[in-house]
């Protein structure tokens, strides 16, 4: 499967939005991710719709909505018509997982769910063969900057040891604390995909893009 980086828009420079965005282009990365936070189930508030929907206008990358938001079945369908590709819900946020991961993917949206530190990978035994991407939080959700806890590499084994048993096609996310220096263990470890925010959008974004790939061990 192929492996690649997901910029973290919430570590942009607002400001100078635009700019950023065209140096992503230029990386040609594929894949934008988007924390959507309600101030709820995370202590933060990030941004909503409309912002999904002014930037669909301008740029085509994947749009990957990551929604820290409780009771997320209420918007589903607005992120949807914002400009989605992808939706992931988090299993401790939903208290219908199977009834939310349908309805996601009833507008044809990449479906995902995630699961905080704590949270076990064994719980989502039952889910697995229903979502086409897991998002392993390897810090806890709500704030940028934070350190990688560890543990989480365990964590991405054991749910791709589940992978090869269940659901061969899975997708398996890792955000928070990405860097070169665990990028490689990660993606040894069975990680498709990168959620990447301070060491992309902290100091110059096309050298940063250009490291991690490197530690990756991509062209």
């Known amino acids: 499967m192929k492996k690649s980086i997901a910029p973290s828009l919430l570590a942009a420079d607002f400001f100078?939005?635009?700019?950023?965005?065209?140096?992503?282009?230029?990386?040609?990365?594929?894949?934008?991710h988007l924390d959507i936070m309600d101030g709820?189930?995370?202590?933060?508030?990030?941004?909503?719709m409309p912002v999904i929907s002014?930037?669909?206008?301008?740029?085509d990358f994947f749009f990957d909505v990551h929604m820290m938001v409780e009771n997320p079945e209420r918007?589903?369908?607005?992120?949807?018509?914002?400009?989605?590709?992808?939706?992931?819900?988090?299993?401790?946020?939903c208290k219908h997982i199977d009834r939310c991961i349908s309805l996601i993917k009833s507008f044809g949206l990449r479906s995902g769910i995630a699961i905080n530190p704590a949270t076990p990978v064994s719980f989502l035994h039952n889910i697995i063969t229903?979502?086409?991407?897991?998002?392993?939080?390897?810090?806890?959700?709500?704030?940028?900057?934070?350190?990688?806890?560890?543990?989480?590499?365990?964590?991405?084994?054991?749910?791709?040891?589940i992978k090869t048993e269940k659901n061969k096609n899975l997708i398996i996310q890792v955000?928070?604390?990405?860097?070169?220096?665990?990028i490689k263990a990660l993606s040894d470890a069975g990680v498709d995909?990168?959620?990447?925010?301070?060491?992309?959008?902290?100091?110059?974004?096309l050298s940063n893009i250009t490291d991690l790939r490197d530690a990756l061990g991509r062209d």
């Not at 589903?76 to 939706?87: M, V």
């Open 75 to 93: 918007y589903i369908e607005d992120f949807y018509k914002s400009g989605a590709n992808g939706i992931t819900i988090h299993f401790e946020a």
């Open 54 to 59: 002014s930037l669909r206008k301008s740029v």
């Open 193 to 205: 995909e990168f959620v990447a925010g301070s060491s992309i959008f902290k100091g110059d974004i």
């Open 40 to 48: 709820m189930f995370v202590p933060s508030i990030s941004f909503g």
């Open 16 to 32: 100078d939005l635009s700019s950023q965005l065209e140096l992503l282009k230029k990386s040609d990365i594929e894949v934008l």
């Open 175 to 182: 955000d928070g604390g990405i860097g070169t220096e665990n």
């Open 130 to 161: 229903e979502v086409d991407m897991v998002l392993i939080m390897s810090v806890n959700p709500g704030f940028g900057g934070q350190k990688f806890i560890p543990y989480s590499l365990d964590k991405v084994r054991e749910l791709y040891k």
